[in-house]
């Protein structure tokens, strides 16, 4: 896997604000914080990209719900 170096310019008093919460929230290093966010992030816009295509259909005989049921066994299946 390459990887590719990100930097980001913050307060003093922010980033001392980030540092006393980080480990409290379960995080080790800053690196993985920003992983763990960014792979929300996107999961989220997927998440969003999928149910607004399932807003246009519609399926006889299907609730909103049994459509989430299904995205939700795709997805697991899926990792």
Not at 12 to 32: A, I, P, V, Y
Not at 50 to 70: H, N, P, Q, S, T
Request: hydrophobic residues 40%; charged residues 45%; positive net charge.
């Amino acid at each position: 896997m390459t990887e590719t170096q990100v930097i980001f310019r913050l307060e003093k008093r922010l980033l001392r604000e980030f540092d006393e919460t980080l480990k409290m929230s379960g995080f080790k290093t800053r690196n993985e914080w920003f992983r763990a966010s960014i792979r929300a992030f996107l999961e989220d816009v997927e998440r969003k990209k999928v149910l607004r295509k399932l807003r246009k259909l519609e399926v006889k005989g299907f609730e909103e719900a049994d459509i989430k049921e299904m995205v939700n066994e795709w997805r697991s299946e899926k990792k």
